[in-house]
Each structure stands twice: as C-alpha cells, then as structure tokens.
C-alpha cells in the first residue's frame, strides 16, 4: 500500500507557499526603496508602459486579473499620479490608460529592484535548477496567459 502524500508536498501548498515568500519579499524590497506598491500594481504599471492606451480590459488580459479587480487597481494608481486614464476615442465605454511621467519615473526606478529580488525568491536553487523552475512554471500554466 502507497503512503498518502503529504500536503506540504502538493503542489498546490508549494505554489500558495512560494506566493506567500514572492509577496512578502517584494513588500521589503518596495518598502526598503521607500515605495507602497503592491505586485499587481507593479505589474500593471509594467504592462501599462509596455502597452501605452491599452484598456483597462485588455489589461486585466495581460496581468491575467479579473476585470473588477483592475478597475481597483487603476484607480488606486490614478489616485497616485502613476496613471492617466482617457474615454478611448474609438469605444466610448473604454478607458486608455497611459503611465504619467512620475508612473514611468517609478517603473524605471523599481524595474531592476524588482528584477534583482526576482532569483531571491527561489533561493535553494542554483542557476540551472532556477531556469527549469521558470520553463516549467511557464509550460504548467498551460496557455493560461498571466
């Protein structure tokens, strides 16, 4: 008879475990660069900069959130001068969203201390070990998008 496997080795309590480490490790890094930014606004803004005018749809698609959840975001970001947000001259019911030059200002500033904690965040595993665990977890989203 097989022994059962423990939770603590499924990969759903491992993937909820590593979320847990990124989250944290990225909230003392914003705060140690003296910023209040959480990974889902980064990411916005990140995607925002490369996709200057995308909606607030087109958004939720790229940083694979839901719609309401982005219309929070975009709010919060707005309210902090990160973000400007226009009627789209093509579909009236949609918002362009754009960095403002302090949104592209804090990008740049964060991007390679973002890029910096990202192998920080996996660190028991050595350099080949880390670009397999980013293949697969590409690959195991399987045309999830995100």
Not at 85 to 107: N, P, W
Request: charged share 25%; proline share 4%.
């Amino acid at each position: 008879m097989t022994k059962p496997i423990s939770s603590r080795a499924m990969p759903g309590h491992l993937i909820r475990r590593l979320h847990q480490i990124s989250t944290q490790l990225f909230a003392q890094r914003m705060a140690e660069a003296g910023h209040d930014l959480t990974p889902v606004q980064f990411a916005a803004l990140d995607a925002i900069g490369r996709h200057p005018g995308i909606d607030q749809a087109g958004l939720a698609d790229q940083i694979a959130k839901d719609r309401a959840t982005i219309g929070a975001v975009v709010d919060r970001l707005e309210r902090k001068g990160l973000v400007t947000r226009i009627v789209s001259a093509r579909d009236k019911r949609a918002r362009e969203l754009t960095l403002s030059e302090e949104g592209q200002a804090m990008v740049a500033a964060l991007m390679p201390v973002v890029a910096g904690l990202q192998r920080d965040i996996l660190p028991g595993l050595d350099e080949d070990e880390y670009r397999q665990f980013v293949a697969l977890a590409e690959k195991a989203q399987g045309g999830r998008g995100g």
